[in-house]
């Protein structure tokens, strides 16, 4: 095998893991691959000797906390990352919530950065990860300001469900992403995850929604009721990164990693 097949493979591991936190088992490594179960097995088996992938008591791999090494060094050398992190920790320590950076990257959100919060109960650490843009919010007020034609793209292929509450009409959903622009923020209660409440606005800068802040934490210590305040902080949040983005050297900021 050439080298460069190598890479491609090693590449193509990280991609399927990373869209399925709960692991794959080897067989659908393979399979996903189209290689022998034996290849993908010794593949697996190197990644893990190195911390890169772990595998857990049902046999399924999933990405290993090896990979943070190399992520969190390349994170806060990204000027337009660091340039927000001051923000998201403010905003985290305001609310005692975790607060997500997220990009547009296709059909999906994926995460640059996160501020874990305070309170004992958090989710799990979405840097690094993705989630459909339909159904989060982040995404969907990333949804609310593309143009017409980049919007009709995305609609006019099927909305996968995630939870009983997510919108899988295409009417319902612009709907809602009407209702995102009027209010200049988006929330969600049980969309993405069950028993997961979120508030998200868009980061501005030189006339584009570039990124997304979000709030969130378990519905038990965020009920419905609480999520305009934390779209409002919200606002305050990405109107500051904005700020702080447009203050720095020009170029676009929060470019999504090559694949």
Request: include cysteine; aromatic fraction near 4%; charged fraction near 30%.
């Amino acid at each position: 095998m050439r080298a460069t097949e190598a890479v491609d493979r090693v590449a193509a591991v990280f991609d399927l893991l990373a869209d399925s936190p709960e692991g794959l088992t080897v067989t659908e490594v393979a399979d996903a691959l189209g290689v022998h179960k034996a290849t993908a097995s010794r593949l697996l088996g190197t990644l893990s000797g190195h911390g890169l992938v772990e595998r857990s008591d049902r046999r399924r791999y999933r990405i290993g906390i090896g990979i943070v090494r190399y992520a969190a060094g390349t994170l806060t050398e990204l000027g337009a990352v660091s340039r927000a992190r001051p923000e998201l920790e403010a905003l985290s320590r305001t609310t005692r919530e975790t607060v997500s950076l997220g990009v547009l990257d296709g059909r999906d959100v994926l995460y640059i950065d996160q501020v874990t919060g305070h309170e004992r109960v958090v989710f799990a650490d979405w840097a690094g990860r993705r989630s459909p843009a339909h159904c989060s919010s982040s995404g969907k007020v990333l949804l609310a300001h593309l143009d017409d034609a980049e919007l009709e793209r995305f609609l006019a292929r099927p909305l996968a469900p995630r939870t009983e509450r997510t919108i899988l009409d295409p009417e319902s959903l612009r709907e809602r992403l009407d209702d995102v622009r009027r209010r200049g923020y988006e929330r969600s209660v049980g969309e993405l995850e069950d028993g997961l409440s979120t508030a998200a606005a868009p980061v501005w800068s030189r006339g584009r929604a570039v990124a997304a802040v979000s709030v969130g934490g378990p519905s038990s210590r965020l009920p419905a009721r609480e999520l305009p305040r934390l779209g409002r902080l919200a606002i305050e949040t990405a109107t500051a990164i904005g700020r702080r983005l447009d203050m720095g050297p020009p170029g676009e900021p929060f470019q999504v990693p090559a694949r």
